[in-house]
T-cell receptor, first 116, second 110 residues
Framework: NAGVTQTPKFQVLKTGQSMTLQCAQD?????MSWYRQDPGMGLRLIHY???????DQGEVPNGYNVSRSTTEDFPLRLLSAAPSQTSVYFC???????????????FGNGTRLTVT | GENVEQHPSTLSVQEGDSAVIKCTYS??????FPWYKQELGKGPQLIID?????GEKKDQRIAVTLNKTAKHFSLHITETQPEDSAVYFC?????????FGTGTRLKVLA
């Protein structure tokens, strides 16, 4: 079991470029999510998915798109990178996160993104 | 709205001493409270969690206590060791998500 795998580990973009951060899990988890981590601000939810074909916005969704065509994969797309998107991005999965049903999150090791 | 406050933001203790980190939450319907440890360059990892039908849970040197009336829960680490140095996050459930505290950087001084 690899758990949650994120690629790449590091990325530098110029303002206006686009890219996709990859996330894959091999635990057959229905729930997947993307967080960004900035100093002093904890982990903020960008987008989440409760199952294949279903996605929804989190706390800070602007500038990001997601899709969930399979249970295993949940890519995060930056449409036009901005310096404010410089951050560490974490993908996390869980057997279930919903009303009355809460299981722990399993995190990947993150992608460190710098936008110049 | 849903909110989790975590204190302190940094904590330094001597090796062998105890460390306590406290979180408060706003949604009285919350019923599951996990704690995560994040080491440098890695993602957060679950270290202990508690559900609202118990007031305390222990796992070796780590314990979590929950006070539902006051809406706060705390992480207790006893006999701290250098490998306990890390950033710790508390979390509380929101609607189809978790809300995280802003983290506590724990330094255990040898």
């Amino acid at each position: 079991n690899a758990g949650v795998t994120q690629t790449p580990k590091f990325q530098v973009l110029k303002t206006g470029q686009s890219m996709t951060l990859q996330c894959a899990q091999d635990m057959n988890h229905e729930y997947m999510s993307w967080y960004r981590q900035d100093p002093g601000m904890g982990l903020r939810l960008i987008h989440y998915s409760v199952g294949a074909g279903i996605t929804d916005q989190g706390e800070v969704p602007n500038g990001y798109n997601v899709s969930r065509s399979t249970t295993e994969d949940f890519p995060l797309r930056l449409l036009s990178a901005a310096p404010s998107q410089t951050s560490v991005y974490f993908c996390a999965s869980s057997p279930g996160v919903g009303i009355g049903i809460y299981s722990p999150l399993h995190f990947g090791n993150g992608t460190r993104l710098t936008v110049t | 709205g849903e909110n989790v406050e975590q204190h302190p933001s940094t904590l330094s203790v001597q090796e062998g001493d105890s460390a306590v980190i406290k979180c408060t939450y706003s949604d009285s319907a919350s019923n599951y409270f996990p704690w995560y440890k994040q080491e440098l360059g890695k993602g957060p990892q679950l270290i202990i969690d508690i559900r609202s039908n118990v007031g305390e849970k222990k796992d070796q040197r780590i314990a979590v206590t929950l006070n539902k009336t006051a809406k706060h829960f705390s992480l207790h680490i006893t006999e701290t060791q250098p490998e306990d140095s890390a950033v710790y996050f508390c979390a509380a459930p929101g609607t189809y998500k978790y809300i995280f505290g802003t983290g506590t950087r724990l330094k255990v001084l040898a």
